[in-house]
């Protein structure tokens, strides 16, 4: 049983235009929550994170939100531009237990010119 | 700093051969561990560690052994291979395997086992 979820395998926004992508979890346990990209032939790498005492958390053209409630989080990225294509992995763990993430399986956004 | 290193890119084996993944870091990482992916899910833990000379497992442990003799380096070894280890591999490391501290990913070994 998938215990951090990416229902949508694939998501397709135009240049300039917000891309919001989605992760749900399920463990009450995570109080930690990590976004990683993606891109062919290459390793994750880390993008953006939160803890569960936020809400929100915002890098540049990156905004995570976390609601606790609904065990939902997103990630906003405004604007989308072409070289944010590539797969995106949500990933969960407790406090002081990195060592132990937990993945999504992915959303592979697509930014088109 | 050249980060996260693996070898190789690409493996092919056949079932029941044995081979060795290798994994290396030149940032004095502490933390570092091996994931695999697999078509539609997440990365999932193999085996981690916090130190050299301590390991420990993950959520998908068997088939697979690790030791970690030196800082830098921390190999995958595969005894028996089946084609359920088909897969692509990320060895990753972080300065101590805190929740806050930043993991590296290398690019991935992608093996195929026939």
């Known amino acids: 049983d998938q215990q951090v979820k990416q229902n949508s395998p694939s998501l397709s926004v135009q240049e300039g235009r917000i891309s919001i992508l989605n992760c749900d979890y399920t463990n009450s346990m995570f109080d930690y929550f990590l976004w990683y990209k993606k891109y062919p032939a290459e390793g994750p790498t880390f993008l953006i994170s939160i803890s569960s005492i936020k809400d929100k958390n915002e890098d540049g053209r990156f905004t995570v939100f976390l609601n606790k409630s609904a065990k939902h989080l997103s990630l906003h990225i405004v604007p989308s531009q072409p070289g944010d294509s590539a797969v995106y992995f949500c990933a969960a763990c407790s406090w002081g237990s990195a060592r132990q993430l937990t993945f999504g399986s992915g959303t592979q956004l697509t930014v088109l010119p | 700093n050249a980060g996260v290193t693996q070898t190789p890119k690409f493996q092919v084996l056949k079932t029941g051969q044995s081979m060795t993944l290798q994994c290396a870091q030149d940032?004095?990482?502490?933390?570092m561990s091996w994931y695999r992916q697999d078509p539609g899910m997440g990365l999932r833990l193999i085996h981690y560690?916090?130190?050299?000379?301590?390991?420990d497992q993950g959520e998908v442990p068997n088939g697979y052994n690790v030791s970690r003799s030196t800082t830098e380096d921390f190999p995958l070894r595969l005894l028996s291979a089946a084609p359920s280890q088909t897969s692509v591999y990320f060895c990753?490391?972080?300065?101590?395997?805190?929740?806050?501290?930043?993991?590296?990913f290398g690019p991935g070994t992608r093996l195929t086992v026939l």
């Open positions: 940032m004095n990482h502490e933390y």
């Open positions: 990753a490391s972080s300065y101590s395997g805190a929740s806050t501290d930043t993991q590296y």
């Open positions: 560690s916090v130190g050299a000379g301590i390991t």
